[in-house]
């Protein structure tokens, strides 16, 4: 089964600093998932990246499949308190290339971010 | 829209007891899916579904049941709950092609 491993497990950071984590599979990503999660509430999807090289961005959030390097990167610019939470990054169970999950994530461990002010 | 609903939100059993997490979507997501939630280990999957009337296992299967008798509702049952059960347990439904839609969870002690 395909597992996946999340660097650092907790980062605290400076407000205003940028930051990056990463997801390294052990099997070749055709596709991966970011999910972040505030304690005591449930997932909120953030991006899914399906190609390999494949970048996406959303206000100061940026994530980047490596598909050579079986990776994922998930980079914040100028941190704020309202980016602290847990993030979470999830491959699906791919037959081939540009096909989707069937519901059955495989999630890495997570990263704990804290932002201080 | 009320997306995936779990309830309850909290709950205490004592060793040995059952119980049925419930979870409903409406939005015609042929996907469900259960996984719990222990520190320092991410998200498990336990049982999934593509379908009315489909299921399988997932990592961690082993101590759940699951029927999926309507395309809205996936409940999850625990036969004899055991200490190891205690976990934050969430709820997920997707189309083919789309992310996974996560309810907020049900929080689960069992003493």
């Known amino acids: 089964s395909q597992e996946l491993e999340q660097s650092p497990q907790s980062l605290i950071v400076q407000e205003g600093k940028n930051l990056t984590i990463n997801c390294t599979s052990s099997k070749t990503l055709y596709g991966l998932y970011w999910y972040k999660q505030k304690y005591g509430e449930g997932l909120i999807f953030l991006m899914m990246?399906?190609?390999?090289?494949e970048e996406k961005s959303h206000e100061k959030i940026t994530a980047k499949l490596d598909e050579k390097k079986q990776q994922s990167s998930l980079h914040i610019t100028a941190s704020q308190p309202s980016h602290a939470g847990i993030y979470l990054c999830?491959?699906?169970?791919?037959?081939?290339?540009?096909?989707?999950?069937?519901?059955?994530?495989?999630f890495g461990q997570g990263t704990t971010l804290q932002v201080k002010p | 829209n009320a997306g995936v609903t779990q309830t309850p939100k909290f709950q205490v059993l004592k060793t040995g007891q059952s119980m049925t997490l419930q979870c409903a979507q409406d939005m015609n997501h042929e996907y469900m899916s259960w996984y719990r939630q222990d520190p320092g280990m991410g998200l498990r999957l336990i049982h999934y579904?593509?379908?009315?009337?489909?299921?399988d296992q997932g990592e961690v299967p082993n101590g759940y049941n699951v029927s999926r008798s309507t395309t809205e509702d996936f409940p999850l049952r625990l036969l004899s709950a055991a200490p190891s059960q205690t976990s934050v347990y969430f709820c997920?439904?997707?189309?083919?092609?789309?992310?996974?839609?996560f309810g907020n969870g049900t929080r689960l002690t069992v003493t």
């Open positions: 997920a439904s997707s189309y083919l092609y789309s992310p996974l839609h």
């Open positions: 990246l399906q190609k390999g090289g």
């Open positions: 999830g491959a699906g169970h791919l037959a081939q290339r540009g096909s989707s999950n069937t519901g059955k994530l495989i």
């Open positions: 579904s593509v379908g009315a009337g489909i299921t």
